[in-house]
């Protein structure tokens, strides 16, 4: 593989193209980067902490750092994300501490950002906020936020489209509780409803129809707040307002969405052998270790731990012989992430791979059942797109082609793994669109490559 953009861990220059060539094995140890879930959870919880929290394993990647970007803008001390093997210290201020910012807030292409901070200030009584992102998060539905922050807890929140497509307005005022049914199972949405929660003048209870990713639950527990999770599958969570975050220290564990690319990686190419120390196992994400195990693929969990209330493991994993998996609307909110992945492994696997129930992917930061059918096929894939999913046969024998991330981070991952399969060298354009959770990426698989030969 060739790589025409700086050889380093800084971003490759907007529109960066990357040549990939094929036939390598993937051979070695992986350190993936921190959680990006968690890691915006610690920046926005510690800055609405009393007192210093510091945090172990950030991600430094573009989405944290709007996290940060926007919350230091109102008044927030946070040090700096990229400091190699330096913690991330954030100066709390309490939670009635945010001040207006004098500028509008900017998401970038962070869609936790900018859902989270609907909930969290919302409730910032007196003081005006706009909130706005890069051209995906300004068509990204706002609704299934600012619709039950206002029609249930009294919000004031205006933009576009009736107040669902940013820039969105945020009057800060007294919240109200409440018990809310969420139509689809999402941890953005949850997440922004119990930071509401956090001033309002009552309980709030979110019903979700399926469990979301919980690491707001532990997390808000960790600082301190009462939240309480019950129902089959922990669907219902309430939150009692009423406590004093405190600061405390947290520690990031490797991120299981960025493991996927090297879970899947190894699998699915000849001669690999990989070990990912210290990956994050929280059971809300592990959806893509259940379905490579349905695949067969050679899965070890290693040396498994708990860290600041989050499930850690090494995983090692081994190339070999595939069979097919099926994933419908249960499975989906516990792999949301890895289902452009999911799709390369289903090329390569023996037999049918059906994935239903995943119209949520068409509302990510590109639509990714779209966006991945389209670049499959520019390397002659066959792939079934429908409503709601994905049905690929394999396994299919796919060429080099000029490929395009589309600006999706994960669509660009995804990607090289197919790139690596394939005959013949793939370009992949808008390979810099990585940096939005996995900076050090593109640098990582060439040294695997190397060390596999
Ligand atoms: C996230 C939740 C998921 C996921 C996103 C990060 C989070 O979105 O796709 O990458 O940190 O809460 P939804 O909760 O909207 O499904």
Do not use: W
């Given at each position: 593989m060739s790589r025409p953009a700086a050889a380093t861990d800084s971003p490759p220059a907007e529109n960066s193209s990357i040549a990939i060539e094929p036939g390598h094995r993937l051979r070695g140890e992986v350190v993936v980067p921190g959680d990006k879930s968690i890691s915006h959870r610690s920046l926005l919880f510690g800055a609405i902490a009393e007192g210093t929290t510091t945090i172990h394993?950030?991600?430094?990647?573009a989405d944290p750092c709007s996290t940060a970007a926007c919350l230091q803008a109102m008044g927030v001390t946070i040090s700096p994300l990229g400091a190699r093997d330096q913690p991330v210290v954030v100066e709390g201020v309490g939670l009635d501490g945010l001040q207006e910012p004098g500028d509008v807030l900017n998401c970038g292409n962070s869609g936790t950002t900018m859902r989270l901070l609907l909930g969290l200030l919302a409730g910032c009584k007196g003081r005006y906020f706009v909130l706005t992102g890069d051209a995906s998060l300004r068509q990204r539905p706002m609704g299934r936020v600012s619709r039950p922050l206002c029609q249930a807890m009294g919000a004031r929140i205006h933009g576009r489209a009736n107040g669902t497509l940013a820039p969105l307005g945020v009057s800060g005022c007294q919240l109200q509780g409440g018990v809310i049914g969420t139509s689809v199972p999402s941890a953005q949405v949850k997440s922004a409803l119990l930071l509401a929660g956090l001033t309002a003048s009552s309980s709030v209870s979110v019903i979700e129809p399926n469990r979301s990713r919980d690491h707001s639950e532990r997390m808000l527990q960790a600082f301190g707040a009462d939240v309480q999770v019950s129902g089959d599958y922990g669907r219902h969570v309430q939150l009692k307002p009423g406590r004093i975050l405190r600061g405390r220290t947290v520690h990031v564990p490797g991120d299981i969405s960025s493991a996927a690319f090297w879970l899947v990686g190894a699998a699915v190419t000849p001669g690999s052998r990989l070990r990912l120390p210290?990956?994050?196992?929280?059971p809300t994400r592990t959806g893509l270790l259940e379905v490579l195990r349905t695949m067969g693929a050679r899965l070890q969990v290693e040396n498994r731990k708990h860290v600041t209330g989050e499930p850690v493991a090494n995983l090692l994993v081994e190339h070999g012989p595939l069979g097919p998996f099926s994933i419908g609307p249960d499975l989906v909110p516990r792999l949301v992430d890895e289902i452009p992945v999911l799709a390369v492994a289903a090329l390569f696997a023996e037999g049918t791979s059906r994935i239903h129930g995943a119209r949520e992917l068409r509302v990510k930061e590109t639509d990714r059942l779209a966006v991945m059918t389209r670049q499959l096929r520019t390397m002659g894939a066959v792939v079934e797109e429908t409503a709601d999913g994905l049905v690929i046969e394999g396994p299919q024998t796919l060429r080099g082609a000029q490929l395009d991330s589309e600006t999706d981070h994960r669509v660009a991952m995804s990607l090289a793994l197919a790139a690596l399969n394939a005959h013949g060298p793939s370009h992949i354009h808008g390979?810099?669109?990585?940096?939005?959770?996995?900076?050090g990426f593109w640098q990582q698989l060439r040294q695997l490559q190397a060390a596999g030969g």
């Open positions: 394993g950030m991600l430094a990647a210290h990956v994050g196992l929280n390979a810099d669109a990585a940096g939005v959770s996995y900076p």
